[in-house]
């Protein structure tokens, strides 16, 4: 569809205190587009999830966002470890976060299913030492 | 009477055109055009960091009267806990309360009264389960603008209590009626206020349609008065019933504590208000069930019609809230229901928002991004917008021109003195 609109950010995995800073900017721009309150916030979260996973897990990546009247889609991109059991990874409290990101607060165990749950559709794909991309849908009611 | 009523007011001959404002803004709302600052009405909040930071003193804010005061038959004070904080080696809040009624109020009821009334409320609501966690506190008006123009999501957080002002006005006024025999409309209920958001809250509330305050005079204003009929008192009523829950509302973290409870969070400053509730809204912050959140640094003490350092005027109410009893104020039958929100906060969507169609809007949004990459991104604010994306966002909403911006403009004249030259 032309009238998409496409944003991409790098995401550094170097600077910890920055992750979080593309699923804002991304959030500020859904709501000055109008986007019901509901997509918002289920977008702003499950980013959020996939891009702190993407600092701690992968050394960082991109994100390429694109959003249309009915729907954002999202692509998280890494060049990290790749996962080496989805479904594991899928259960909740399951974690292979070092202990300096649990002293934070994150490391729960959460990440992958929170972003299950605030999607309408998630894809993985891992390669163990290539990397991972995520991809979601949320779709606007 | 426009839709939107404020309390912050320029004062356009002492405007230079600086930036100063502009850049401080936390929503936006201060455009420079024509070398004079101009608010957007349904953007400002009425927090009162303009006011702070203007060098030229050319914003004000609204403050009642004593002519408009003199014009009721009875006349009531209801002062802000942070009044308190204003005066050097004050142990007793009588003097302050009779002074107030030395300049000419018949009667004065304290604020903290209220406010430990709705801390009563709250505890009480939490226990009662009937309350969406967590909850935010409703008493800084500020606060709660932003929020129902920011935070769609948070609206439902928002707790429906009136704030301890209104409380209190409600129920000094009943007691005035009942205490004189005089008709409500004779009875002026004045808040001695220190900020300008409470007194647009006197003027359009969020959470009624009316108002039981009647209007609000500035702690700065009335302060000369107050300290010369302080100085000359013979004697000291007995007045005051608050107890140090009350009296702790003034500082920030004091209404969070009323709660006894220790899930909570309590956060100063505008810019510290707007991280925690960016925050909220993504479901970072858990395990926490209450959130004070007061938009001027330090609570209200920080307001921007005080006259004292907010920290000094916080240690002054930590030492005069000891040896206090807790509280003094309990509620009373049906009480509760008088202090409920009578409107529901709903979002104003339309404050943000590029248009209402959301095809339009992402066209809308396309044309920004082409708009400011070619914009200089030195956000100096020259153009009168707070930022080059501000700036691009109000071309695109037809209400600014891209020669507003002075490097494209130096741009542009360079290439054209280039081609005359060639010419020649």
């Not at chain 2, 640094?297 to 307001?303: A, E, F, P, T």
Request: glycine share 8%; hydrophobic share 40%; aromatic share 6%.
């Amino acid at each position: 569809m032309s009238n998409a609109i496409h944003l991409h950010y790098e995401v550094s995995g170097e600077d910890f205190t920055r992750a979080g800073e593309a699923s804002g900017a991304v959030k500020k721009r859904l709501k000055s587009l109008g986007f019901n309150s509901d997509a918002i916030r289920r977008v702003a979260i499950a980013m959020y999830e996939a891009e702190i996973n993407m600092v701690i897990h992968a050394d960082g990546g991109y994100c390429d966002v694109d959003i249309y009247p009915d729907r954002i889609e999202i692509l998280l991109a890494d060049r990290g470890p790749g996962i080496a059991d989805v479904d594991k990874a899928m259960q909740e409290g399951f974690s292979t976060a070092p202990d300096n990101v649990r002293n934070l607060g994150f490391g729960a165990g959460m990440g992958l299913p929170n972003i299950k749950k605030y999607t309408d559709e998630m894809k993985i794909e891992t390669t163990l030492g290539v990397g991972t991309n995520l991809y979601l849908t949320v779709k606007v009611n | 009477m426009s839709k939107y009523f404020h309390s912050v007011e320029l004062e356009a001959d002492l405007c230079c055109g600086c930036t100063n404002c502009l850049k401080r803004c936390p929503t936006e709302a201060i455009r420079v055009h024509g070398g004079k600052a101009k608010i957007l009405s349904e953007r400002c909040i009425d927090c009162g960091e303009c006011i702070r930071i203007c060098p030229h003193h050319a914003k004000k804010a609204h403050s009642t009267t004593f002519e408009e005061i003199n014009k009721y038959k009875y006349k009531v004070a209801i002062p802000a806990p942070a009044l308190f904080g204003q005066f050097n080696h004050l142990d007793n809040l009588d003097i302050v309360l009779t002074g107030l009624k030395r300049i000419g109020f018949d009667k004065v009821f304290e604020v903290s009264r209220g406010a430990e009334l709705v801390s009563e409320a709250t505890r009480k609501l939490i226990k009662e389960n009937k309350l969406k966690k967590p909850i935010i506190s409703s008493a800084c008006p500020a606060v709660v603008r932003l929020i129902k123009i920011r935070f769609p999501e948070l609206c439902n957080n928002v707790m429906p209590l009136k704030a301890p002002m209104e409380v209190s006005a409600k129920i000094a006024r009943r007691e005035a009626m009942e205490e004189t025999g005089l008709a409500d409309e004779d009875i002026g209920v004045f808040f001695i206020t220190p900020c300008p958001a409470k007194v647009t809250e006197v003027h359009s509330p969020n959470y009624a349609e009316k108002s039981a305050v009647n209007g609000a005079i500035a702690i700065s204003k009335i302060y000369p008065e107050l300290t010369r009929a302080m100085d000359h008192l013979t004697d000291v009523e007995y007045i005051a019933q608050s107890g140090l829950m009350g009296i702790g509302w003034a500082t920030s973290g004091g209404e969070a504590a009323a709660m006894l409870g220790d899930k909570y969070l309590a956060a100063d400053g505008i810019e510290n208000v707007i991280r925690v509730l960016e925050e909220l809204e993504d479901d970072h912050i858990r395990d926490v069930e209450f959130i004070e959140l007061n938009a001027c640094s330090g609570g209200c003490v920080g307001g921007v019609l005080t006259v004292e350092n907010p920290y000094v005027a916080q240690a002054r109410i930590h030492e005069l809230r000891k040896y206090m009893p807790v509280s003094v104020n309990h509620l009373q039958d049906k009480q509760l229901d008088m202090m409920m929100w009578e409107n529901e906060l709903e979002y104003d969507a339309d404050i943000f928002r590029l248009d209402e169609d959301i095809v339009k809007a992402m066209s809308m949004m396309s044309e920004m991004e082409e708009i400011l990459a070619g914009l200089p991104g030195l956000d100096c604010g020259s153009c009168g917008a707070p930022t080059c994306r501000a700036m691009a966002e109000d071309m695109v909403r037809g209400k600014a021109r891209e020669s507003d911006c002075i490097h494209r403009l130096k741009a542009k004249i360079q290439s054209v003195y280039d081609q005359l030259k060639n010419t020649i």
